[in-house]
């Protein structure tokens, strides 16, 4: 019988200025509700830094994201839906 063992979502998005990508965020969350670190990669320096208020409102959705897919896997637990 075959059994799954872990599941996870992986979520990877990209702050994008004038077409341009600044940063690129990297984030997993485990079929057990826990999150690993979240991890970012800046990909234009002077972009990045020339736009840091609008990269740290992405941020903030990339967090915000990331908590509302943690929160689905934590209820299938707790509904007892979990794989």
């Known amino acids: 019988m075959l059994k799954v063992n872990q599941k996870s979502i992986s979520l990877t998005m990209t702050s994008v200025i004038d077409g341009k990508e600044a940063v690129t965020y ?3 969350v485990k079929s057990d509700g826990t999150m690993m670190p979240m991890s970012q990669h800046i990909d234009d320096n002077t972009l990045y830094l020339a736009n840091l208020t609008e990269i740290n409102k992405d941020l903030a959705k990339m967090q915000a994201k990331c908590f509302e897919e ?7 637990i707790v509904d007892g839906k979990e794989e």
Do not use: G, L
């Open 26 to 28: 990297v984030a997993t």
């Open 70 to 76: 943690q929160a689905k896997i934590m209820q299938e």
